[in-house]
């Protein structure tokens, strides 16, 4: 799926494809939610998720790298290295 197709779903159906589709990759916390990486074909999605009812509540679509920045501590390397 192209990233304008996935931007252009309902928000049931993106959640779906990021569940079925998607590799998660990592995640990060902020004050009141939590922040899941997916990959999907040639970009990302974050899914933001609240606290309290674990909820999806804003999905971010990108292809720039640069914006893993976030993440790339979490992402662990070590066994890639040996």
């Not at 779906?16 to 590799?23: C, D, I, K, M």
């Not at 916390?29 to 609240?50: D, G, K």
Request: glycine share 2%; proline share 2%; aromatic share 12%.
């Amino acid at each position: 799926m192209k990233l304008s197709e996935f931007i252009a779903l309902p928000e049931d159906h993106k959640r779906s494809t990021v569940l079925t589709q998607g590799v998660a990759i990592a995640k990060r916390e902020l004050s009141n939610q939590l922040v899941f990486l997916f990959q999907l074909n040639e970009y990302y999605v974050e899914t933001f998720c609240c606290y309290k009812s674990k909820e999806i509540i804003e999905y971010r679509v990108f292809q720039n790298t640069k914006q893993l920045e976030p993440y790339l501590d979490a992402i662990r390397i070590d066994d890639l290295l040996n």
